[in-house]
Antibody
Framework: HLQVQESGPGLVKSSETLSLTCTVS??????????WDWIRQPPGKGLEWIGS???????DYNPSLKSRVTISADTSKKQFSLKVTSVTAADTAVYYC????????????????WGQGVLVTVSS | SYELTQPPSVSVSPGQTASITCSGN??????ASWYQQKPGQPPARVIY???KRPSGVPERFSGSNSGNTATLTISGTQAMDEADYYC?????????FGGGTKLTVL
């Protein structure tokens, strides 16, 4: 059974860079139908998709965050990572990593596996 | 950008049917998925490809999608179904979530 788990600092200073890593266990990242995603949820609010990486290195990003976000994968380590630059208090959230199923053109796409999430607080 | 709209809250009595809607432009031409999230837990998929239930999800959960609206229906709602529910779809290489609906079982 595939599992994903987030790790990284729980506190980041305003204007600095938030960095998180997601480790995949119990399965391979090199699946043609799997995308590796980051999603966040501010306290008491809804889910916001941040972006995704494919095992080939191809990425997709939420247009509202694209200028500050980088997602990359190291399939040999079975890890993928998230960097968000120039963070502010608005970036305070629980950050989830997840595996998303995607058919050929992603007409059918949905999340199969989620990590437990990590709370990242941006301090001034 | 594509948007999905959900009612902020829905209330239902135990044993009754709860319906949660998700509206988006021509959503019926896309697939919709639904996730249940309980406090302190990550979301869990309850419906995918509009109508399919993952293994282990009770039969009382069902979905439909037509026109501009996808609907999650919970028949014979139980107290354990009280949670936040999110719809999700895909547009222009972007995952889109609805704003979420808090289901209260009174």
């Amino acid at each position: 059974h595939l599992q994903v788990q987030e790790s990284g600092p729980g506190l980041v200073k305003s204007s600095e860079t938030l960095s998180l890593t997601c480790t995949v266990s119990g399965g391979s990242m090199n699946s043609s139908t799997s995308y590796w995603d980051w999603i966040r949820q501010p306290p008491g609010k809804g889910l916001e998709w941040i972006g995704s990486v494919y095992y080939s290195g191809n990425t997709d990003y939420n247009p509202s965050l694209k200028s500050r976000v980088t997602i990359s994968a190291d399939t040999s380590k079975k890890q993928f990572s998230l960097k968000v630059t120039s963070v502010t208090a608005a970036d305070t959230a629980v950050y989830y990593c997840g595996r998303r199923y995607c058919d050929g053109d992603c007409f059918s796409t949905y999340f199969d596996d989620w990590g437990q999430g990590v709370l990242v607080t941006v301090s001034s | 950008s594509y948007e999905l709209t959900q009612p902020p809250s829905v209330s239902v009595s135990p044993g009754q049917t709860a319906s949660i809607t998700c509206s988006g432009n021509k959503l019926g031409d896309k697939y919709a998925s639904w996730y249940q999230q309980k406090p302190g837990q990550p979301p869990a998929r309850v419906i995918y490809q509009d109508t399919k239930r993952p293994s282990g999800v009770p039969e009382r959960f069902s979905g439909s999608n037509s026109g501009n609206t996808a609907t999650l229906t919970i028949s014979g709602t139980q107290a354990m179904d009280e949670a936040d529910y999110y719809c999700q779809s895909w547009d222009s290489r972007t995952v889109v979530f609805g704003g979420g609906t808090k289901l209260t079982v009174l």
